[in-house]
């Protein structure tokens, strides 16, 4: 699919700038400028694509259905594949928590939500989509999805609602207020300059650090001997996942900038579960969501969420490298 | 009358952008209107929205979970007059 774009690499590089082919500084140029090229494409189309589900997302419609029907469990399944399939930003994580649960929704399901919501995201699926391939997409996107059931699940059995915030509490005693709302009757062409240009501004915020990222990959990528890493962070060490996912937490501004630095790992031996765990940590353990958070849940249930989340993606990291 | 405008949003990037739609249009056409940002997810829970940001023209809720363009807005504030 991106054949031509290589083909542009490799004219740009070693017919423009004639710079041979055979040396590390050929590889790394020619890797950047391929890489970089690749992702904003897959970025813009991806975020795009996600901006139209977002303004269509029938969200009133899903909490409905979740808190009416009995599932038999499913439910945890439905409400982490809709967390991986809709794009909202971080801060309606909160009103969407409390809409939920207020919505009649168990705490567990909503968490199951929660929890996909920020690992299963449109930049996250982008970046992996073009540094890794289709397969271990597939594969991110999927155990993205097992992990917010299981641990949502997980989180349900513990009777956790005497742990909310106080105001939470009263919230939820309270008959719902209706505030009216007018329905929305704008046709798709005249949302569509909208939804372009809030693509391009996600595109553009997170520009800086996917070049960045793709450059200290594209000097790595040259510079790094082959199977260095595995001599130090590959194959059996057991304490490479945990160390992944410590070393994931404070990544959670740069989270597309770090992709294509996990995918040189890998290239040098890394095993893959190792860096899907440290995806997943870096998205999915952020220090604003717990800030954000603290507002509708005690301390002590925080920790929990977030202990639940860190023990999940910390065994998948295990399963997979012993799968793939 | 003037029109009372709320935009509910805990200040992330979109919320700041639909402040800057709803001000920009404000003051292009004139319009009598106060702007209100409500930015204390304890208020912003009062008005049963669940995706950020939201913008309510006299406590009808308009828009939810996106930013609107400028001529959307316009058409919210020309209304019922």
């Known amino acids: 699919m991106f054949d031509w774009l290589q083909h542009f690499a490799d ?74 399939i809709t794009p909202f930003c971080s801060c309606s994580s909160v009103p969407l928590f409390i809409g939920f649960v207020q919505g009649g929704i168990p705490l567990g399901v909503t968490f199951s939500f929660l929890i996909t919501s920020p690992l299963v995201n449109e930049v996250a699926i982008a970046m992996f989509l073009g540094m ?20 949502g699940w997980l989180l349900g059995k513990m009777n956790l609602e005497p742990l909310l915030s106080d105001w939470v509490k009263e919230i939820l005693k309270l008959k719902m207020q209706q505030t009216s709302y007018q329905k929305e009757q704008q046709t798709f062409y005249q949302r569509l ?47 490479t996942v945990p160390l992944a996912v410590i070393l994931a937490v404070p990544m959670y501004a740069n989270a597309a900038g770090i992709v294509p630095v996990i995918q040189v790992f890998v290239a040098k031996g890394v095993p893959l579960g190792t860096a899907i765990a440290f995806m997943m940590a870096t998205v999915g353990l952020s220090i604003p969501e717990a800030t954000l958070l603290k507002k509708v849940m005690s301390l002590k249930l925080i920790t929990l969420f977030f202990a639940v989340v860190t023990i999940c993606i910390i065994i998948s990291g295990y399963v997979f490298n012993l799968l793939l | 009358m003037s029109k009372v405008i709320k935009v509910l949003g805990t200040g992330c990037p979109k919320c700041k952008a639909m402040t800057q739609v709803v001000t920009d249009v404000i003051s292009k056409h004139n319009i009598d209107a106060t702007v209100e940002k409500v930015e204390d997810i304890i208020e912003i829970m009062k008005y049963n929205v669940m995706t950020t940001p939201a913008l309510l023209v006299d406590d009808t809720i308009c828009i939810k979970g996106r930013v609107p363009s400028q001529d959307e807005v316009f058409t919210f504030l020309s209304n019922n007059e």
């Not at chain 1, 970025?43 to 589900?53: A, K, Q, R, T």
């Open chain 1, 11 to 84: 004219w740009l590089i070693f017919t423009v700038f004639n710079i041979d082919a055979g040396t590390k500084l050929g590889t790394a140029l020619n890797f950047f400028v391929y890489d970089t090229i690749k992702i904003m494409i897959l970025l813009f189309v991806i975020v795009f694509i996600m901006g139209i589900v977002n303004t269509y997302f029938p969200i009133e419609q899903l909490k409905n259905y979740l808190n009416k029907k009995k599932l038999y469990g499913l439910e945890y399944v439905f409400s982490a594949i809709f967390g991986a």
């Open chain 1, 132 to 151: 890794f391939g289709l397969k271990a997409t597939l594969i991110y996107a999927f155990s993205g999805i097992l992990l917010g059931t299981i641990g």
């Open chain 1, 193 to 239: 300059p909208e939804i372009t240009r809030a693509a391009t501004d996600i595109v553009k915020g997170v520009l800086l650090y996917v070049i960045i990222g793709i450059a200290i990959g594209a000097i790595m990528h040259g510079y790094v001997p082959e199977n260095f890493f595995n001599q130090y962070l590959g194959g059996g060490q057991w304490w």
